[in-house]
């Protein structure tokens, strides 16, 4: 029987990048076929020639033998092909069933007998979806099982999941899975997007891993150990481990007392949080995306208001602290992002290195700046923190690369000398030897003795970096443990709700 | 997200011009009239004869000031990432706040002190009303736009009652405010003579030196970079420590006085009255000065003479040619319009470079993200 | 005279100039819902009345009353085309919408004017007769309604609120209205759906095109009799209503009828002894301030499209 997918000698250039050379890859029917790489490696351009978005400049699909040209997603998805997004694809104000009949060809709409369909499907693969609630309402993980049921209910029967597990509590990881392999059971082949290893262990049965926009393996995954799957991602030996010196005993620097903060929406997004953060250790604070810990972060940084509570930095009051006295008391943060907050994109490097500082002399006196000091300083940080910019400190920060930035906004976090430093997801998005520097970087800033509170949704890089462990849920922190008590799993259930739920300090 | 990165924002700002005066060619040529006797009469009567009079180029020179400040206004606003759309009532509330003050003082009152007063009250009565949609914006995130354009239409109705019922002309004209005399206006003599024109008065001096002032503000201030901070990127700025309401409430209340002065300069000097019924065209013509300019004071400026001489030389343009002097304001629309569809001129140089086709955003390499 | 007799006495002028503004904002409301922000309705209004006026003169001569409906279709199809312009600057060219809507009005009053000057040399357009008051025999009889519906009313009056009626059927029970509503809160999710977002934000805003062309022409036809260079800040107005009815049809009613009363009084203030001490300008900018003041009251759950006034690129997320 031929493969369900084929992607023949695929080769996709931009100008200047070639995103796919060469690429080969087939799905067989009933596999989940995983597909490995770092940002940039070059998956996302091929599943958009898969979805005919982009063009190949070269190479030929060919779907159950059959060559085929994919103009757009309409003939992708005549050819049963559907894909689970990492962004989903869903309109908030609209409920489930009217954002499933999306895009219907009929013209009146039967709501009534739309969510009856919907109803039934979703019991058949035992999703329990609400087909009246608005996508708004509901939590993440059902927003996810909407789009999978969207896909279902369109007869796909290729389907691709889109880094799926990013957004999910470990356990809802572990029902996805689930789900895939029942889907597997009933006749669907998935095409599984991650670069988490562990994840292509559990549930993928071959693996085709990407580097620089060309394949550098199929493997089967049975045989084939995470750490292999690793090196042929980044293309050397990487070590999984971090080396890191035991933490020293030092003092609590940075104290959070029975802290509420509130959301966008008046909602309550922390609870009665208590923490401290001591001189020369790294405090990890795990939870699942939309649990507060971006409305903590914020708050602890002065960017949001504490309603209630106390905060205290070396033993000051900074509870009602403006961002600047902040600053001046020795606080730093790397925002959760960095092209939102981190980074005026449309201003110089040098304006954006010196943004924590602008106000002060020697970069300014009497109300004007001083170019030639806000330039001499940018190229200390360029240099020291190895940041690459085409045209030095004039570089509009727009026309640097991603690992770039985020060395740029570390630079001048950690430049400052901080005695507390914020870090919030410091390593998202960035390619694999970014990441390994910046993590060296936050572990030297440990060893001078500043106390870092590091903020990730990806567990992993909080338990490798981390002394302690605080983990966040429903805007609760669910328990503080030791480097020695936080594995997997109990910091997963905790950060699903079913914590110790006692108040740990 | 707006995407800013235009890499020749000079060339589009000169095609966008162009663009609308080949317009305005075709709508001569459809009209039945010779473009080049059009646009030749209407670049001379901007200037007429100049070693005979110079009222003309004053004229010019004046109505350019009253649009710079507009245009100013806009361009201070939109550098803080604001559009103020509202310009037009600022101006007109900025005009009747300094014609009623200027009533209030003794008619023996030294003409530097009538001057001062009219353009303290007339850039606080527009900061005011721009003031509002700043701290509506600020405090309860409404958008500037719909925030300015309603107060547009309140300062219409509001001005347009006080006109007729406590400021009319006479009594049989209401529909017009109470005429100034010179001495209680912004006109001065010796700059009359030296134009051979009552409109050219002190504005132009105000024009001059608010180009100036907001380009230092803008250029070599911590708060004019705290502005632009704001503009570009109010997260940022927060996260800097900058105040991003404090920052909207203060650009609003500069581009607001920026408005109030081109109200003064145009009702307290070009002419001596309001005109009720109608808001000032001005107001809304600052958007193309302020498009065209780039937002940058000195582009402001040059814009500005551009659009002045459209503005003077259309009367003689149609007792000259028979055009229709709408003429000059179909092409400033189209240049608003054409500055908008920037996009035209990246797909047609697109298009002449050939296969340099722009690089889709997929080809950046581990960016940051959405 | 009571209150109840003054409001019935004002009734027909107010909700007989409340329907241009309801075409209008209809309008307005498929353009926002696909995601197009239009503050050009004031322009396109203009122009319908401008096309209406001048259709009218044109044929009056040879076909008598039947060129003043003749020329509501017509004043349609050009303040359609007109706002072509807009959707290709909107849709196709990114252009900012709020600029590209501001070269709208601009551009209307250039044009009309230019053109009306050039054809009649004054730049007024008189339409003799016009689009004439009618009661119904019967029904007007009615106590309290029929003085409200049925009493010196102009048929367009019925056009209008069929097409509104239309309008909440179009939006809310046809895959058209979905997928259209799709575009102005997620684009996204409407192209990975399948939907062309640039198709439907053509629709969106082409429909604004006829349908404020329509109150343009009602406007010129019923109150103006004929093309004066200038529509008096109604296209705002339905820009208010639009704002004031939470972007839903039936907001949009009752915003603009609301309006319309307000403005009627305001109008008629002078006339009346029962007005005569009241500042008429407390009415004319009360649309204006209660749909500042409803932005306010409502600034947290905002019933905006999210995605309206946002260029959609199908290569970002």
Not at chain 1, 114 to 141: C, F, M, N, Y
Not at chain 2, 196 to 225: E, P, Q, Y
Not at chain 2, 274 to 286: A, M
Request: proline fraction near 4%.
């Amino acid at each position: 029987m031929p493969p369900v997918i084929e992607m023949r000698n695929i080769t996709k250039t931009f100008p200047g990048v070639a995103a796919n050379s060469n690429i080969s890859i087939t799905l067989e029917e009933g596999e989940i076929h995983a597909l490995l790489g770092e940002n940039g490696a070059g998956k996302t351009t091929l599943m958009g020639v898969l979805f005919g978005l982009h063009r190949p400049d070269s190479g030929s699909v060919y779907i159950r033998g059959e060559k085929r040209r994919i103009a757009g997603p309409p003939d992708a998805a005549a050819l049963g092909i559907g894909m689970v997004h990492q962004h989903f694809k869903l309109v908030p104000a609209f409920t489930v069933t009217e954002n499933i009949m999306l895009g219907t060809k009929r013209f009146l709409l039967n709501t009534k007998k739309a969510a009856a369909d919907i109803a039934a499907l979703s019991a058949r693969h035992g999703l329990g979806v609400d087909p009246h609630a608005k996508i708004e309402a509901v939590s993440v993980g059902m927003q996810q099982r909407v789009e999978i049921l969207k896909m279902l209910h369109r007869n796909a029967d290729i389907l691709i999941f889109d880094e799926p597990t990013a957004v999910l509590t470990p356990q809802e990881t572990a029902e996805l899975m689930k789900i895939m392999r029942s889907l597997i059971s009933q006749g669907k082949s998935i095409i599984f997007i991650t670069h988490k290893l562990h994840e292509i262990k559990a549930v993928a049965d071959r693996c085709t891993v990407l580097r620089a926009g060309k394949v550098s393996g199929t493997v089967n995954v049975a045989d084939t150990s995470a750490e292999q799957m690793a090196e042929m991602m980044v293309g050397r030996k990487v070590s999984l481990n971090v080396v890191k010196p035991p933490p020293r005993e030092g003092q609590p620097v940075f104290a959070a007392q029975n802290i509420t903060v509130w959301g966008a929406r008046r909602e309550t997004a922390v609870r009665q949080a208590s923490f401290e953060v001591r001189e020369g250790e790294i405090l990890g604070l795990a939870g699942v995306d939309g649990n507060g810990q971006s409305e903590l972060a914020e708050a602890l940084a002065g960017l949001r208001k504490i309603h209630s509570g106390s905060l205290t930095l070396r033993g000051k009051d900074i509870t009602r602290a403006s961002v600047k006295k902040r600053m001046r008391q020795g606080l730093a943060h790397i925002p959760e992002d960095r092209g939102k907050r981190g980074l005026i994109l449309d201003f110089s490097l040098a304006d954006n290195l010196a943004l924590a500082l602008y106000d002060r002399p020697p970069f300014s006196r009497h109300g004007l700046r001083d170019f030639n000091q806000i330039n001499l300083y940018a190229q200390k940080i360029i240099s020291d923190f190895d940041v690459r910019a085409a045209s030095g400190g004039q570089t509009s920060a727009r026309a640097m690369s991603g690992g770039n930035r985020q060395k740029a906004v570390v630079g001048r976090e950690m430049e400052r000398k901080p005695a507390v430093l914020i870090a919030v997801q410091p390593t998202r998005g960035l390619d694999v030897g970014s990441i390994e520097y910046i993590h060296k970087r936050l572990l030297a800033l440990r060893e001078d003795g500043c106390a870092i509170l590091l903020v990730s949704l990806d567990l992993d890089e909080i338990l490798e970096l981390s002394d302690r462990v605080a983990v966040i849920s429903r805007g609760r922190i669910a328990g503080v443990l030791g480097a020695a008590e936080a594995d997997k799993n109990t910091v997963g259930l905790m950060m699903a709700g079913a914590g110790k739920g006692a108040e740990v300090t | 997200m707006k995407r800013l990165r235009v890499p020749k924002p000079f060339i589009f700002a000169v095609a966008a011009v162009f663009s609308g005066f080949v317009a305005g060619a075709l709508l001569m040529l459809i009209i039945g009239k010779n473009p080049i006797v059009g646009y030749a009469a209407l670049f001379r009567g901007a200037v007429k004869n100049p070693a005979v009079s110079l009222s003309a180029v004053g004229q010019t020179l004046i109505m350019s000031a009253i649009l710079c400040l507009s245009g100013l206004s806009l361009a201070f606003a939109g550098k803080v990432g604001l559009f103020n759309i509202g310009a037009a009532g600022q101006m007109l509330i900025g005009g009747f706040a300094a014609s009623v003050a200027v009533y209030r003082l003794p008619t023996d009152c030294p003409k530097a002190l009538t001057i001062a007063v009219i353009l303290v009250v007339g850039a606080f009565g527009g900061a005011v009303w721009a003031g509002v949609a700043g701290v509506l914006k600020a405090r309860f995130g409404i958008n500037e736009v719909v925030a300015t354009i309603m107060l547009n239409w309140v300062a219409f109705w509001t001005v347009d009652y006080f006109v007729r019922n406590y400021f009319p002309r006479d009594a049989y004209v209401k529909t017009t405010s109470r005429v100034l005399p010179d001495a209680m206006s912004l006109r001065l003599q010796w700059l009359e003579k030296i134009f051979d024109s009552r409109f050219v008065n002190f504005g132009l001096f105000v024009a001059v030196a608010m180009v100036v002032l907001t380009w230092f503000i803008m250029n070599k201030t911590v708060f004019g970079f705290e502005l632009r901070a704001v503009g570009a990127n109010r997260f940022a700025a927060e996260y800097a420590g900058i105040h991003a309401g404090t920052g909207t409430v203060c650009a609003m209340l500069i581009a607001g006085a920026l408005a109030g002065l081109a109200g003064v300069t145009y009702y307290l000097g070009y002419v001596t009255s309001i005109q009720v019924g109608v808001l000032p065209s001005y107001g809304y013509d600052g958007i193309a000065v302020a498009l065209v300019g780039q937002n940058s004071p000195g582009g402001v400026a040059a814009a500005a003479l551009l659009f002045g001489v459209l503005r003077s030389g259309k009367d003689f343009m149609t007792i000259e040619t028979g055009i229709m002097n709408e003429l000059a304001d179909c092409v400033i629309a189209i240049i608003i319009y054409f500055s908008a569809a920037i996009m035209l001129y990246e797909k047609l140089s697109a298009k002449l470079t050939k296969k340099r086709a722009a690089a889709p955003a997929a080809a950046e390499t581990g960016g940051g993200k959405p | 005279m009571s209150a109840i007799d003054t409001f019935l006495y004002l009734s027909p002028m107010a909700i007989g100039v409340s329907m241009p503004i309801l075409a209008a904002s209809l309008g307005g409301l498929f353009s926002e819902r696909s995601g197009v922000v239009n503050i050009g309705l004031e322009g396109q209004m203009l122009v319908g009345a401008f096309a209406a006026s001048y259709v009218s003169v044109r044929l009056y001569p040879a076909i008598g009353a039947a060129a003043f409906w003749l020329s509501l279709p017509v004043a349609m199809a050009v303040a359609l085309l007109f706002s072509a312009l807009h959707a290709v600057a909107c849709v196709s060219l990114n252009a900012n919408h709020v600029i590209s809507g501001t070269a709208i009005n601009m551009l209307a009053a250039a044009f009309t004017v230019f053109f009306s000057r050039t054809v009649t040399g004054s730049g007024v357009i008189d339409v003799r007769g016009g689009i004439m008051r009618y009661t119904f025999p019967g029904l007007s009889n009615i106590p309290v309604l029929g003085k409200i519906l049925f009493t010196d009313t102009y048929h367009t009056t019925w056009l209008i609120l069929f097409l509104l009626l239309a309008s909440w059927f179009m939006l809310y029970k046809t895959s058209f209205g979905l997928g259209l509503r799709s575009c102005g809160e997620n684009p996204h999710a409407a192209n990975a759906a399948g939907i062309s977002v640039t198709k439907y934000r053509y629709v969106g805003v082409l429909l604004s095109g006829a349908l404020s062309g329509l109150g343009g022409a009602v406007y010129a036809l019923c109150f103006d009799k004929g093309f004066t260079g200038s529509i008096y800040g109604l296209g705002f107005l339905a820009l208010a209503s639009l704002i004031f009815g939470r972007w839903n049809p039936w907001g949009i009613l009752g915003s603009t009828v609301f309006f319309g009363y307000a403005s009627t009084v305001a109008n008629v203030a002078t006339v009346m002894p029962a007005f005569a001490k009241f500042p008429t300008v407390l009415l004319k900018v009360f649309p204006y301030v209660a749909t500042l003041l409803v932005l306010v009251f409502f600034s947290r759950t905002s019933a905006a499209p999210k995605a309206a006034g946002e260029a959609f690129d199908k290569d970002k997320h």
